[in-house]
């Protein structure tokens, strides 16, 4: 039977289907078409909303359900992995490399998936997103080389994860734990990680229903917040800071 999905206007401020009509197979699904515009993805990131499709396909349009989410104070690190960052030698920045960031991103294999979502499309629009003070990425160098880095979109005080990427061992763990510690003393509580993974499990993820997920991005997205860069605000500090304490 062929699934009867809605198709969205080509006006970019049209509204989006509620999240309760999205598919419980393929979980998530809600709507297709439309465009990658800046409205478009700030409206569907407010409602808890992110598109995700494969080269080929139209742009589709997910909610899941149930939702992945880290509380910012809630990134696991091993004892194991924070000894190894306390002779770590790795700088963490924030929005110094978000073109690279995303682009490695898309460059990364992924288990269990043939190619990338992350279309030229879609990069071109996470970098106007960029461009307009919207979407961040946080990165770990070692020297000059990008060793890790992840990227995502801030809406008033939540922000909605994307993806990230590890160039050595471990770098993709660190730049999480460094947005999260940061995001935390902003307070900012909640990190999306979009959809269950045994690997997000394991570094503290929470398995959250949709309707929980949606009620707490209800009141976070209304918070007032600038966009802009985040390099000054989030500083250059060492990857080792992220050995002792919490994340």
């Not at 461009?131 to 809406?155: K, N």
């Amino acid at each position: 039977m062929a699934l009867r999905i809605p198709q969205l206007d080509t006006d970019p401020a049209s509204p989006f289907p509620p999240v309760e009509a999205a598919l419980r197979e393929p979980d998530g699904l809600l709507a297709m078409g439309g465009d990658l515009s800046c409205v478009r993805l700030l409206n569907a990131y407010r409602q808890g909303i992110f598109p995700w499709y494969s080269r080929g396909q139209p742009i589709l349009w997910w909610s899941p359900d149930p939702r992945m989410v880290f509380r910012s104070d809630g990134v696991k690190l091993s004892s194991r992995f924070r000894r190894e960052l306390k002779s770590s030698a790795w700088q963490i920045r924030a929005d110094s490399a978000f073109a690279e960031v995303i682009s490695a991103c898309a460059r990364t294999p992924r288990p269990g998936q043939r190619g990338t979502w992350i279309t030229d499309a879609m990069q071109a629009a996470y970098l106007e997103l960029h461009r307009q003070g919207h979407a961040h990425s946080v990165e770990a160098f070692d020297g000059d080389r990008l060793v890790g880095g992840i990227y995502g979109v801030a809406v008033g005080r939540m922000f909605f994860g994307e993806s990230m990427f590890s160039a050595e061992s471990g770098g993709s763990k660190t730049v999480l734990a460094a947005l999260a510690r940061r995001l935390h003393g902003w307070g900012w509580p909640l990190i999306d990680a979009q959809v269950e993974s045994r690997h997000l499990l394991s570094l503290g993820a929470e398995s959250w229903p949709r309707r929980r997920f949606t009620a707490a991005i209800g009141e976070l997205v209304t918070l007032p917040q600038t966009p802009g860069s985040w390099t000054a605000a989030f500083g250059q500090w060492h990857a080792n800071e992220l050995a002792d304490g919490p994340v």
